[in-house]
């Protein structure tokens, strides 16, 4: 790749590889060693179960909770106490641990679960918070779970450490982007019972034209019977239980690393700041960014805007059921293909198709149901975008930064936590073609901040390269 004798880069990887592993590899007796597809398998299933379930609510709190705001009102407070419990995630891994980080996030999952049978201010928004406080150590012990078996994995086969961290992300998310498929055909199929639709809106109203600021031109949604959404959270609430008990029987604790074990109370409480000003993340933060504002487009406005207003909330799910049908199939095929294309390739056509999406969000006007097979077209292609996201993504963060793991991930999902906040807030004040605008700009600044990365990164590598043949 960077043009050097294949010994010299052979000799150069194994010795990184050495290093890395004393940072990351299981220690003699870990239950880590020699089970790390299985412990990836299962920390994958236990996602999938709970996430069947919270996804399909969050994509429809926009369309369901409605009334003063509530259902987007929710999700910013969520994501914005996200920002402080990611910041606080090194610290609570080093005193819990992974594992019960992740036993008590879906126990809270359980709780928000249970707000929405009765979604108030004085209901769903405390059990927000909550969740929100415990989703930085969630997402934080998922990445570092990955992270860990794919080195440990590597030490023990003698295989490329970027390679097995595609791969194992490519499991976790593939099983992961299951649950677009499986809680929104459960959601779906319930309301459909429901002869909950739309008012016969026009393009005046739906689409980019949706907008809150301006009286009359915002999208007004018929409800459920309470019957109907009953019955949905029940199902859901069952799929919360099975992925507690999975983790809690099933996955084994996570090992520390020598970061966790040497570093003080007051350095884990500072390490998600040590990446603030580091070049390499400052150039990823717009990158993160757009990761996060793209799904909030799509959670927030496609599924009320384009979908809920011109067609009907039953068909959210459905949609989004196509959605996460793509990006399971994307993630799996794309985590395979990084080792031939890089992930450079790979982020270039999610570069493309996002911005491909956000242009015909722009021009295109929902009517009704006519327009169905467009808007699944532009999911599926979405998908394909998200699975390439999710997978390497994850992986890029984890090579970048293969001895700080914790903070680094603390840091990543920080960035994409604060991106969320602030598209959740603006989304009540702003209209559809103006967030438009905005995320569009922001994915193209993020493109150029990508490729200043990956040039930094080669040039460092192709300099430790030289130094290595001397």
Known sequence: MYNISTMSQRRNETENLEEIC???????????????????????????????AYLAIQNLQSSLNQEA????????????????????????????????????????????TLSNFYPTFGTLIPSSILLGLVSGPLWTAQSIYITRNAYSLADRIGKDAHVLLSRLNGIFFTIYELTQISGNIVSSAVLYKSASHSFNASSTTCGVNDCPAISGNSTVLNQPSSDVVYTMLGVFLVFDVIGLILTATFLPPLPKSQWTESSSIKESVTSCFFTFGDMKMLLLVPFISIMAMEQAVLWTDFTKSYVSCPIGIKMVGFIMAAYGG?????????????????????????????????????????????????????????????GIWQTQSNALIGYLYPENTEPAFANYHFWKATSFTVYFAISTVLCVKTKLIIVMTLLSVACVLYVALEVKVFFKQRTANISETK
Request: net charge positive; proline share 2%; with cysteine.
């Open 69 to 112: 705001g509530l259902g987007v009102t929710s999700l910013s407070c969520l994501y914005g106490f996200i920002i402080i419990s990611a910041v606080l995630a090194p610290t609570v891994l080093k005193v819990i641990g992974g594992k019960l980080a992740l036993v008590i996030a879906w126990i809270l999952h359980i709780v928000y």
């Open 326 to 386: 793509s990006t399971t199939v994307s993630a799996l095929v794309t985590s395979r293909l990084a080792k031939y294309t890089g992930r450079q390739v790979l982020f270039a056509v999610a570069i493309i198709i996002q911005m491909s999406i956000f242009v015909a969000m722009f021009v295109f006007y929902p009517q009704g149901r006519s327009d169905l097979p467009y808007l699944f077209i532009m999911v599926v292609i979405w998908g394909v975008a998200e």
């Open 22 to 52: 004393l940072c990351f590899s299981a220690k003699r007796g870990d239950s880590t060693s020699g089970h790390e597809i299985r412990n990836t398998y299962i920390l994958s299933a236990s996602f999938f179960f709970v996430f069947t």
